[in-house]
């Protein structure tokens, strides 16, 4: 049987979502002027992006604008995988030329994931800058790549996993450690 | 429920389950924005070899296919029945082998003989696409179709979709009609009673000999190409006596409600089975339907790419 360990409750995650969002904000404060966009990467990115969005604008009154991407396009392991990825929507409403943008997800792993992103942004333009923030950086990278924000560094027990939950999109708030062998959460 | 795609295939629609097929209508709407884009490319096939083998002649599945394939990343190669060894005496299936022995990931196929694909898929490694097999099937037109449907009344369940023409030997009509069936459509085939079975009433599908009949409460009409050929056969007196009395046109297109769209899944013979100003004129959906096929040819091709055994 999988077992499935909560780690946060929905306040120290919010909490943790609070710091990013803090470490956001002290970045692009010392700069000319306050501008940046989010990009959330689907699935859990997207949630985690909106509530980003929610507190910077509450603290400082700029309201970054939002986007939605998925990867599965520009993953390197299609066919390699034990199931395909579902695709979900993509929607970049503005012109990310030049533009400074935050991509979101909600667990740094290998870095897979994120190698893709960058590789499908590129499709769509040349932003000025790219930041990644993450709620949970879980070491295991295999790229190199890195979160230049991480609500909270968690490396979990061999043979499991980080999962982080949205009321958004799983109903509820929290963090947990999962089987590995759980083939359609987490990571 | 999410489902999973894991089929090396996609023969025909039959084979397919309603989650499936909506599967691939959602996987297309992704795929139809890349096109959209000033950079109408993605690297999800990049590596990968596609084989269009063509035995029958085709032009625009052909192209929709190859530059679906170009829009992926994939190395592509074309093959025709005159530039194959099938000219030389070789069998189907060795063809295929020799395909299959050049590491070809992926095979999209056209054969005048229903069934071809099936019996090649089953015996080769590499995934096979069906683009037309005899008067059989044509998932990926019948996908299209219902991609185009979808998007324009934002639901298939519960619409009536009528096809006219030539069903008997029309492999879009009958994958249009398991596709429409499978996701809830109320389908009605129209056409001369020697190109309209009766038998197709067995499968739940209306049959009527009388295009008026077709045209009353139809949300969509999908009128099929007549092939001259036909005529020659005697399935039918004169193209002029099939463009009177199944031909859709301004005089008898009053029939028709004011939203109901028009498609044809191309080459239009215009003012035969369909007038032309109708063909042109806004409840028409057919240049979408073409830039619709890119969409649902690109998202099936990653999908079954996605389920090869390395």
Not at chain 1, 6 to 34: Q, T, W
Not at chain 2, 103 to 121: E, K, P, T, Y
Not at chain 2, 223 to 238: K, N
């Amino acid at each position: 049987m999988s077992s499935k360990r909560r780690l946060c409750n929905s306040r120290k995650m919010d909490d943790a979502i609070e710091g990013v969002a803090d470490a956001i904000i002290a970045e692009f404060s010392r700069k000319k002027e306050m501008d940046f966009a989010f990009i959330g990467i689907q699935q859990r990115g997207v949630p985690f992006a909106r509530r980003l969005i929610e507190k910077i604008t509450r603290k400082t009154g700029f309201k970054p604008q939002f986007a939605m991407l998925d990867t599965s396009m520009y993953r390197d392991d299609i066919g390699m995988r034990a199931t395909l990825p579902v695709i979900r929507e993509t929607d970049i409403p503005f012109d990310m030329n030049d533009q400074a943008v935050i991509l979101t997800d909600d667990v740094l792993s290998s870095g897979r994931t994120i190698r893709a992103a960058l590789d499908a942004i590129t499709c769509y333009g040349r932003p000025s800058l790219i930041r990644l923030a993450v709620v949970v950086d879980r070491g295991n990278r295999e790229f190199p790549i890195r979160a230049d924000y991480a609500g909270m560094k968690i490396i979990p027990e061999e043979g499991k996993k980080i999962l982080v939950e949205f009321k958004e999109t799983d109903g509820s708030d929290g963090i947990y450690e999962i089987d590995w062998s759980n083939p359609t959460k987490g990571e | 429920m999410e489902v999973n795609w894991t089929r090396k295939d996609l023969l025909s629609l039959y084979d397919l389950d309603p989650e499936e097929i909506v599967l691939i209508l959602d996987t297309a709407e992704e795929f139809k924005k890349v096109s959209e884009r000033n950079l109408k490319k993605v690297p999800a096939l990049r590596g990968k070899t596609v084989v269009n083998f063509f035995v029958e002649p085709s032009t625009r599945t052909r192209v929709s296919f190859e530059l679906a394939e170009q829009r992926l990343s994939a190395d592509i190669i074309n093959m025709t029945a005159s530039s194959s060894s099938l000219q030389k005496g070789e069998t189907l299936l060795d063809t295929a082998r020799n395909i299959e022995a050049l590491q070809a990931d992926l095979i999209v196929m056209r054969h005048s003989c229903a069934g071809a694909q099936n019996f090649i898929a089953k015996n080769i490694s590499s995934g096979v696409i069906n683009a037309g097999d005899g008067a059989h099937g044509h998932p990926t037109q019948a996908l299209l179709d219902l991609f185009t449907i979808r998007q324009k009344k934002g639901r298939i369940a519960g619409l009536n979709v009528s096809i006219v023409g030539d069903i008997l030997h029309s492999r879009v009509a009958r994958s249009d009609i398991w596709g429409l069936i499978k996701l809830g459509a109320n389908v009605t085939i129209a056409g001369p009673s020697t190109l309209v079975p009766r038998d197709f009433e067995q499968i739940g599908v209306r049959v009527c000999h009388n295009l008026k009949d077709a045209m009353e409460g139809a949300d969509v009409i999908n009128l099929l190409r007549i092939q001259h050929e036909r005529q020659r056969a005697g399935f039918f007196p004169s193209t002029n006596e099939y463009a009177r009395f199944f031909g859709l046109n301004k005089e008898n297109a009053k029939y028709l409600n004011p939203d109901a769209m028009i498609m044809h899944p191309g080459p239009i013979n215009r003012d035969v089975e369909l007038d032309s100003a109708l063909a042109d004129g806004p409840q028409s959906v057919i240049l979408e339907q073409v830039t619709n096929g890119l969409a649902v040819r690109m998202a099936v091709l990653f999908l079954v790419s996605g389920c090869l055994k390395k």
